[in-house]
């Protein structure tokens, strides 16, 4: 699962930092207008984002996007700690376009040394006050950073290829997906089909896709939506809807809304 973020100038850290709790704490019910990065030392945490779920735990890295509901519906682990840089949005974010790169939004990083110590980095500099060319200094800190995860991305790609093939039966619903786009199916009704419990479907899934089943099937969707618009011009949004598993029109837009920032009816028109 990707965010896209343009480079065409440099952005601003608005806020950055450590968050500690002993004894747990929900996540902030808002919607921010800066993209939130998040990088777990210690503990888990459960994040929605809109209606997806992301699953935090110790060395897992996670950007939020702006303008998005972001709330927790149960308390983190105990002995909680993580950083976080908050950084602000500039034009052209959030849309495949030319001058823009798709920037991994959720990582298991393991702890790896240089991601972590680049985040360490940005918040040691970031609290110094009379830091000379302050704004310069940070913004190429954050863009070494985001332009870093990339990389670990690409890197690690045979890794993800090694625990496909570990996980094949999670190819086996990826094709089931594919194949059957108009359906929704439940978490429960995948385990079923694989003759395993939901958790253990959940964590293996997971691990292939860096997703739950439900915010893959929607996202898998809105892809083909976003490309189905263009092309079939004819066709009612709620025809397109309906056919592809989703209530009607009006939910299938706010999803979309939500994931490519412009509505399916001004994504027509570009």
Same mark, same amino acid.
């Given at each position: 699962m990707n965010t896209y973020l343009s480079f065409e100038k440099r952005r601003k850290i608005t806020q950055s930092?450590? *968050? +500690?709790? #002993?004894?747990? =704490?929900? #996540?902030p019910n808002r919607v921010m207008h800066?993209?939130?990065?998040?990088? +777990?030392? /210690?503990? %888990?945490?459960e994040i929605y984002e809109d209606e997806t779920i992301f699953s935090l735990n110790a060395g897992d890295l996670l950007i939020l996007e702006p303008r998005k509901h972001h709330y927790? &519906?149960?308390?983190?682990?105990?002995?909680? &700690? =993580?950083?976080? *840089? #908050?950084?602000?949005?500039q034009k052209g974010d959030l849309r495949p376009v030319g001058n823009s790169l798709p920037i991994p939004r959720f990582l298991h990083l393991d702890f790896n040394p240089e991601i972590e110590n680049e985040i360490k980095d940005i918040i040691k500099l970031d609290a110094v006050q009379n830091l000379k060319n302050r704004d310069l200094v940070l913004s190429a800190k954050l863009e070494n950073l985001l332009l870093d995860l990339t990389v670990f991305a690409d890197e690690h790609s045979s890794d993800m290829a090694s625990t496909e093939k570990k996980h094949p039966e999670i190819q086996q619903l990826l094709t089931l997906f594919s194949e059957n786009p108009d359906r929704f199916y439940s978490q429960e009704e =995948?385990?079923? =089909?694989? #003759? *395993?419990? %939901?958790?253990?479907?959940?964590t293996h899934f997971k691990e292939v896709t860096g997703s739950t089943p439900h915010a893959? /099937? +929607?996202?898998?969707k809105l892809s083909l939506i976003h490309d189905l618009l263009k092309n079939t011009p004819y066709r009612t949004l709620h025809d397109i809807a309906v056919s592809y598993g989703f209530y009607?029109?009006? /939910?299938m837009s706010k999803l979309f809304k939500n994931k490519y920032r412009l509505s399916p009816g001004e994504c027509r028109k570009r």
């Amino acid at each position: 699962m990707n965010t896209y973020l343009s480079f065409e100038k440099r952005r601003k850290i608005t806020q950055s930092g450590y *968050i +500690v709790s #002993h004894e747990g =704490l929900f #996540h902030p019910n808002r919607v921010m207008h800066e993209f939130d990065l998040l990088y +777990v030392l /210690q503990g %888990s945490w459960e994040i929605y984002e809109d209606e997806t779920i992301f699953s935090l735990n110790a060395g897992d890295l996670l950007i939020l996007e702006p303008r998005k509901h972001h709330y927790s &519906k149960k308390k983190s682990s105990e002995e909680l &700690k =993580l950083m976080y *840089i #908050h950084f602000s949005p500039q034009k052209g974010d959030l849309r495949p376009v030319g001058n823009s790169l798709p920037i991994p939004r959720f990582l298991h990083l393991d702890f790896n040394p240089e991601i972590e110590n680049e985040i360490k980095d940005i918040i040691k500099l970031d609290a110094v006050q009379n830091l000379k060319n302050r704004d310069l200094v940070l913004s190429a800190k954050l863009e070494n950073l985001l332009l870093d995860l990339t990389v670990f991305a690409d890197e690690h790609s045979s890794d993800m290829a090694s625990t496909e093939k570990k996980h094949p039966e999670i190819q086996q619903l990826l094709t089931l997906f594919s194949e059957n786009p108009d359906r929704f199916y439940s978490q429960e009704e =995948l385990a079923k =089909l694989l #003759h *395993i419990s %939901s958790r253990t479907l959940s964590t293996h899934f997971k691990e292939v896709t860096g997703s739950t089943p439900h915010a893959y /099937q +929607v996202d898998y969707k809105l892809s083909l939506i976003h490309d189905l618009l263009k092309n079939t011009p004819y066709r009612t949004l709620h025809d397109i809807a309906v056919s592809y598993g989703f209530y009607d029109e009006f /939910q299938m837009s706010k999803l979309f809304k939500n994931k490519y920032r412009l509505s399916p009816g001004e994504c027509r028109k570009r």
